[in-house]
T-cell receptor, first 112, second 112 residues
Framework: DAGVTQSPTHLIKTRGQQVTLRCSPISGHKSVSWYQQVLGQGPQFIFQYYEKEERGRGNFPDRFSARQFPNYSSELNVNALLLGDSALYLC???????????FGEGSRLTVL | SQQGEEDPQALSIQEGENATMNCSYKTSINNLQWYRQNSGRGLVHLILIRSNEREKHSGRLRVTLDTSKKSSSLLITASRAADTASYFCATVPTGANSKLTFGKGITLSVRP
C-alpha cells in the first residue's frame, strides 16, 4: 500500500515568489496535517484538515494557506516567500483527527 | 512554540548498549508520542502512550510516562547501528485533536 506521498521532493525559489506543495494521504485517510521543520528543530504544526474543513491552524502568518480536495489530497500554499521559509515541509495523514499520524518524506524548500 | 524538551540533545553509545532519552512537557496532554527521523527524511511513528498509561513496550522500545512530573522516557535496548537517527517526543495537548507539538529532538549515534 502506498504511504503518504508529497511533491515536489525538492524545490528552489527566490524571495517574493509563491510555492504550492502537494500531498496525497494514505488511501482511506480523511485527515491531513502540515508541519514545517526548520533545520535542527522539531516540526511545527501549520494546519490540519479533516473532511475538507480546516480543523486547526498553528502560529503562522496569513501567507500560509492550505486546502483539502474531495479526494482528501491537500495543497499547502505559501505566498511572498521569505528566506526564513526555507525548511522541510511535512504532510501527515490519519484516519480521523485524533488518529495516529503517518508522515510523508517531505518537500524541501530552499528560498534564495 | 516547542512543548516538549528532550534530554540529552545528543547521545553517542556503542552497539549493544541501551539508550535512554528523556522528554519533559509543560501542559496537560491527551497522549505523548515518540518519532524517529533519519537525516532530514520523514518521521516514523515509534510508539504512543496515553495519559492514563504509565508504561508501554514495543519490541526493543520501552516508554514510560509520569504525568505528575510531566515527563516521559524512551529506552532502546540492545541498540544497533541502524538505530542512529534523531528522536522526537511529541505531545497532543488535551482537547487539541491530533495537533502534535514536537520537541527539538535528540541525535542518537550508535557506533558499530
Amino acid at each position: 500500500d502506498a504511504g503518504v506521498t508529497q511533491s515536489p521532493t525538492h524545490l528552489i525559489k527566490t524571495r517574493g515568489q509563491q510555492v504550492t506543495l502537494r500531498c496525497s494521504p494514505i488511501s482511506g485517510h480523511k485527515s491531513v496535517s502540515w508541519y514545517q521543520q526548520v533545520l535542527g528543530q522539531g516540526p511545527q504544526f501549520i494546519f490540519q484538515y479533516y473532511e475538507k474543513e480546516e480543523r486547526g491552524r498553528g502560529n503562522f502568518p496569513d501567507r500560509f494557506s492550505a486546502r483539502q480536495f474531495p479526494n482528501y489530497s491537500s495543497e499547502l500554499n505559501v505566498n511572498a516567500l521569505l528566506l526564513g521559509d526555507s525548511a522541510l515541509y511535512l504532510c501527515a495523514s490519519s484516519l480521523a483527527p485524533n488518529g495516529e499520524l503517518f508522515f510523508g518524506e517531505g518537500s524541501r524548500l530552499t528560498v534564495l | 512554540s516547542q512543548q516538549g524538551e528532550e534530554d540529552p540533545q545528543a547521545l553517542s553509545i556503542q552497539e549493544g548498549e541501551n539508550a535512554t532519552m528523556n522528554c519533559s512537557y509543560k501542559t496537560s496532554i491527551n497522549n505523548l508520542q515518540w518519532y524517529r527521523q533519519n537525516s532530514g527524511r520523514g518521521l516514523v511513528h515509534l510508539i504512543l502512550i496515553r495519559s492514563n498509561e504509565r508504561e508501554k513496550h514495543s519490541g526493543r522500545l520501552r516508554v514510560t510516562l509520569d504525568t505528575s512530573k510531566k515527563s516521559s522516557s524512551l529506552l532502546i535496548t540492545a541498540s544497533r547501528a541502524a538505530d542512529t537517527a534523531s528522536y522526537f517526543c511529541a505531545t497532543v495537548p488535551t482537547g487539541a485533536n491530533s495537533k502534535l507539538t514536537f520537541g527539538k529532538g535528540i541525535t542518537l549515534s550508535v557506533r558499530p
